[in-house]
């Protein structure tokens, strides 16, 4: 199926379907932006389901039924469908325990298979109330486009046991088909920057010691080739440690970090990059600015 989108949907060997790209595509291009065939409260069950199939055309209704169900002879089939595509409208990480309020069916978007090292992210623009999937890195044509249905920070062991079970698929992605010392060192890696998560929350009052510990994610987050899906939220650590202690020239260089992590997986005209615009242009609009001792800490790494 060839659309007005760089993608094409095809079959993938082993997959079932999947998106490639149709050209090559730069890191940061949106690659798709798409309405809800439906919405639903993410704690849906099949009667809820079949209540929007119900508010359906004949052909929506079958293009629905078109979709993948890997959870046949378990699950009402409208049910599985459901489970087996729907995506988050609204902000969701299992990394780090934010879940969507409502889920959506997306006839294009429910194609995009799984990788543990994406090279897409799924944005829900709430303000346009469609779905946006953006090239988080350069993909050339024919590349397999790929989103992560599981968590980022877990071991291969557990992503495998979430996509088998969620999902009921063995992932052979590159994060987990690695010879085994190097995937310790990616289980290492990954188990480190979710452990780090927490740590840094924790740091409030130790700027310099969290500084370090941003850095330190950034650079595992580099090595597992995934710091282009998660890394706003660690720039904007960096901005808050430099902004308690009024060091408003690194500040400055760590929110625009933050704004362009931002723009690459979700647009320009988030809430989030108006935010980090704000603060770029003024640090000391934010309300921990000078909390603690003055002090220059240090921007990032490049
Ligand atoms: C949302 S659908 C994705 C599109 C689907 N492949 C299709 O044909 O419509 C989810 C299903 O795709 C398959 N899938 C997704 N990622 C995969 C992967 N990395 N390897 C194998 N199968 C995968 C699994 O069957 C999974 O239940």
Redesign the pocket.
């Given at each position: 199926m060839s659309t007005e989108w760089p993608i094409i949907v095809q079959d993938i060997p082993?997959?079932?379907?999947?998106v490639i790209a149709a050209r090559a595509i730069v890191p940061g291009e949106l690659v798709l932006l798409e309405a809800p065939l439906f919405t639903l409260p993410s704690d849906y069950d099949n009667s809820a389901v079949l209540a929007k199939l119900a508010a359906l055309t004949e052909s929506e209704q079958r293009q629905f039924l078109s979709?993948?169900n890997?959870h046949q002879g378990r699950l009402p089939p409208p049910l599985g469908t459901c489970k087996?595509?729907a995506l988050p409208c609204g902000d969701q990480s299992s990394s780090y325990g934010d879940r969507a309020e409502r889920v959506g069916i997306f006839l294009m978007g429910?194609?995009?298979?799984?990788?543990c090292v994406q090279n897409v992210n799924n944005f829900w623009d709430d303000a346009l109330q469609k779905i946006s999937f953006r090239a988080l890195k350069n993909i050339a044509a024919e590349e397999e486009l790929c989103i992560c249905y599981t968590e980022l920070f877990a071991t291969r062991e557990n992503r495998q046991y979430k996509s088998k079970l969620g999902?009921?698929?063995e992932?052979?992605?590159p994060a987990c088909t690695l010879p085994p010392k190097e995937q310790k060192a990616s289980d290492a890696r990954r188990t480190t920057v979710g452990r780090l998560y927490g740590e840094i929350s924790q740091c409030g009052n130790q700027p310099s010691l969290g500084l370090r510990k941003v850095k330190l994610v950034i650079q595992l987050l580099k090595e597992e080739g995934i710091l282009e899906c998660t890394g706003a939220i660690y720039y904007y650590d960096g901005f808050q440690f430099c902004v308690s202690c009024s060091d408003k020239r690194n500040a400055k260089q760590w929110v625009r970090k933050a704004l362009e992590a931002e723009t690459l997986g979700r647009g320009p005209d988030t809430s989030g990059a108006k935010m980090y615009r704000r603060y770029m242009e003024n640090p000391s609009q934010h309300m921990a600015f000078g909390l603690l001792r003055k002090q220059n800490l240090a921007g990032p790494d490049n």
């Open positions: 082993g997959k079932g379907k999947g979709l993948t890997c087996t595509n429910s194609r995009f298979n799984s990788s999902f009921g698929f992932c052979v992605c």
